[in-house]
């Protein structure tokens, strides 16, 4: 099988190919700044980032035959995770998205690519992927239930990674999965279903290099009620001005540790507490796994640092097995949930929001 991976990021678009034994060629196209001040809204880049593709694979010698296109999941309404059949319906609640980001733009790209290739184009575990059990999504204000946004696709490629290492099923195991990266996630898996996960994009769980994470709500009302700040102010705060950038000026966690080595008090202490909050959140969803947790697996970015890795694993060592599987692997995710999908062993879903 041949299967066409396409990813859009703010500033570049990632491609790849791969068939059953991995990748056979790989690219990322950067966008310029220049190039995209053109554009005023995340919509009027399609044309434009949809020809750099086609000429990419032009230039590469790739003909438009495969099997399946495979692209990142955009900020759709939320749906249980799996591989979905790019249909109209998606492509619309992408298009007419709440937020802009340019993996809204992934499918569209994906299923014209698709249409001239004749083949299927899919995508698969969308960020906005939502399993969360009824006991998780209720908070003390009924207007405002939990959303579940978070990092799904490396989070259950993870999973499935570590199930079939020790010879079992993801549907089989109950894991908790701390996703760290700019932004951290801590989700539980109970037989294949996220049942519960802070939301890693508007304000909930631990802080990260550039999210607030959750913050005392009265003294965030006051703060919106200062004065002091606008409402877009505000809204950078708790999501890329706050965490490690806003105690430290930088995300660059490999810098914060040399300078905790190095005997800086203030980094090593923004550092640990941020370690700790991680610890804290991997404690919560092991209580919503009724504390029979086969495995913890860190992963993302940050668990490439020993030093983060034992600072997380000092707190919550005895809980379950830790694994780590650093980084992400997002393009090799979205390939063989594709091929999943063609041959059988993943079921194709229907997206069919309410």
């Not at 799996?82 to 998205?97: F, M, P, Q, S, T």
């Not at 802070?198 to 999210?211: I, M, V």
Request: negative net charge.
């Amino acid at each position: 099988m041949r299967i066409l991976v396409i990813n859009p990021g703010s500033t570049s678009t990632k491609l790849a190919v791969y068939d059953e034994s991995g990748p056979l060629w790989k690219d990322s196209l950067s966008h310029p700044s220049k190039e995209l001040a053109a554009f005023r809204h995340i919509n009027e880049q399609y044309d434009y980032r949809c020809s750099h593709v086609r000429d990419t694979l032009a230039r590469a010698g790739i003909r438009l035959e495969f099997d399946a296109v495979v692209a990142r999941g955009g900020l759709l309404k939320p749906t249980p995770g799996g591989v979905y059949r790019i249909n109209e319906r998606i492509k619309h609640d992408l298009w007419n998205a709440d937020m802009e980001h340019a993996s809204n733009l992934a499918a569209w790209i994906a299923d014209e690519i698709a249409g001239e290739a004749g083949c299927p184009s899919f995508i698969a575990d969308p960020v906005v992927t939502d399993e969360l059990c009824a006991l998780a999504r209720l908070t003390g204000i009924p207007e405002i239930p939990r959303i579940s946004i978070f990092h799904a696709l490396n989070s259950r490629a993870v999973s499935r990674n570590y199930a079939s290492r020790i010879g079992k099923k993801y549907e089989e195991l109950n894991l908790v999965v701390a996703h760290l990266g700019g932004g951290i996630s801590v989700s539980a898996h109970h037989h294949g279903k996220v049942i519960d996960v802070n939301n890693a994009l508007n304000g909930e769980g631990p802080f990260s290099p550039e999210r607030a994470g959750t913050v005392p709500a009265r003294q965030l009302v006051d703060l919106c009620f200062s004065g002091k700040y606008t409402y877009k102010e505000i809204r950078k705060m708790l999501n890329g001005k706050g965490g490690l950038i806003a105690h430290l000026g930088t995300t660059d966690v490999p810098t914060i540790v040399r300078w905790a080595h190095a005997g800086a008090k203030n980094h090593k202490l923004v550092l640990d507490s941020m370690l700790y909050a991680v610890a804290k959140q991997i404690g919560a969803m092991h209580v919503a796994l009724h504390g029979q947790t086969d495995a913890i697996i860190l992963t993302g970015g940050i668990a490439f640092s020993d030093y983060c890795v034992e600072g997380i694993r000092e707190w919550i060592e005895g809980l379950a097995p830790i694994v780590v599987i650093p980084g992400e692997d997002e393009m090799g995710a979205l390939a063989m949930n594709a091929i999943g999908a063609l041959r059988g062993e993943l079921p194709l879903q229907e997206y069919c929001p309410a």
